[in-house]
């Protein structure tokens, strides 16, 4: 495993929509590896891989219960919404309240190449839909409602 360069602020692979992983490749589960690395390393809740500079839909996830990763995530069914507060190791420093979906079901392969749905409520479905909007070149500061001091 190895800690990877995290990508931040104006970088422009951030912006850049990632493309599907169409086989998990031994490449592949070592990048995995090396996201949760760096994720924890950082003291992240998730991590996508444009955020290490590689433009693939894979994402990983672990508020505390050990990490989830998964490839080519898809929010299926969204319900609810929840206002709370977000911050990106992409955008070191900056705080604030984004609007999500309360509970969500999201899709994907596991590690195995098998199809998974995973139902997530609260901080959780917020932690998916943060890192699933990095593989559309989305940040969550463009849909923060308002900024929270430091
Ligand atoms: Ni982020």
Same mark, same amino acid.
């Given at each position: ?53 590689? *433009?693939? !839909?894979?994402?990983?996830?672990? %508020? ?5 990763? /998964?490839?080519?995530?898809?929010? #299926? ?46 901080? *959780?479905? !917020?932690?998916?839909?943060?890192? %699933? ?5 989305? /940040?969550?500061?463009?849909?923060? #409602? ?5």
């Amino acid at each position: 495993m190895a800690l990877r360069n995290i990508r931040v602020d104006e970088d422009v692979i951030l912006r850049k929509r990632s493309r599907e992983v169409e086989k998990i490749t031994s490449n592949i589960l070592t990048l995995v590896d090396d996201m949760i690395e760096t994720m924890h390393e950082a003291d992240g809740v998730g991590l996508a891989a444009p955020q290490v500079g590689i *433009l693939k !839909r894979i994402i990983i996830v672990d %508020i505390g219960e050990g990490p989830i990763a /998964l490839i080519n995530p898809e929010i #299926i069914k969204k319900n609810g919404e929840q206002i709370g507060s977000e911050g990106c190791l992409s955008v070191p420093g900056t705080y604030g309240e984004v609007k999500r979906p309360q509970t969500i079901i999201v899709e994907g392969l596991n590690l195995q190449g098998e199809k998974i749905q995973i139902k997530a409520e609260d901080f *959780l479905a !917020r932690a998916f839909c943060h890192e %699933i909007d990095h593989l559309n070149g989305i /940040l969550f500061t463009d849909k923060v #409602i308002r900024y929270m001091e430091d």
